[in-house]
């Protein structure tokens, strides 16, 4: 008679940590923001956009909750995936550094604008650099589910009119502004 409330148990044991874990990291996305979502726009050359980015603003997702000072750093590695490694900081500009380490792959290699990435195992998500400006600048990412976004640029702190020409950009492809978290740094 105990084996079964021993087996009962242990599964609770394990299911348990398990349901949490998935609470926890697995991607709650937002709101729909755009419900036709754009092709990219533009071809992208890889190399030139390797390098240091900086989040200006961003639809909010269960990952990047409460982060603030957002970067990705992307880099070309000798089998041609990505290196991704995106940091932030928790509670403000000066908090606690949060860093997540992924890797992206191709997708669509006829423009290079459409990859996959995954900072989890096998599971991969859409990352589609809609559009970017001619000197690599500043780049608008998307998805295919227009819940997610993201606009980056080179400085951290780029001129007014450079973030007022991206929010008329982002507003043009079709995003709902209201949505819009403002990325402090």
Do not use: C
């Amino acid at each position: 008679m105990k084996r079964p409330v021993f087996a009962a148990g242990a599964a609770t044991a394990i299911a348990a940590p398990l349901a949490y874990l998935l609470w926890r990291y697995y991607p709650r996305p937002g709101p729909v923001g755009n419900h036709a979502v754009p092709e990219p726009a533009k071809v992208v050359e890889l190399q030139r956009y390797m390098g240091r980015w900086y989040e200006q603003f961003r639809y909010d997702a269960s990952f990047e909750e409460g982060l603030e000072a957002v970067t990705a750093d992307y880099s070309l590695r000798p089998d041609g995936s990505v290196r991704v490694v995106n940091q932030g900081r928790t509670g403000g500009p000066q908090g606690r550094r949060r860093k997540s380490t992924g890797k992206a792959k191709l997708a669509d290699r006829a423009t290079n604008a459409k990859l996959k990435v995954s900072f989890f195992g096998p599971f991969y998500g859409d990352y589609w650099v809609l559009d970017h400006g001619d000197d690599y600048e500043w780049s608008i990412v998307g998805e295919p589910s227009g819940r997610y976004l993201w606009v980056l640029t080179r400085e951290a702190r780029p001129a007014p009119r450079t973030l007022d020409e991206l929010e008329a950009r982002v507003k043009a492809l079709g995003y709902d502004w209201s949505l819009i978290h403002v990325t402090q740094h």
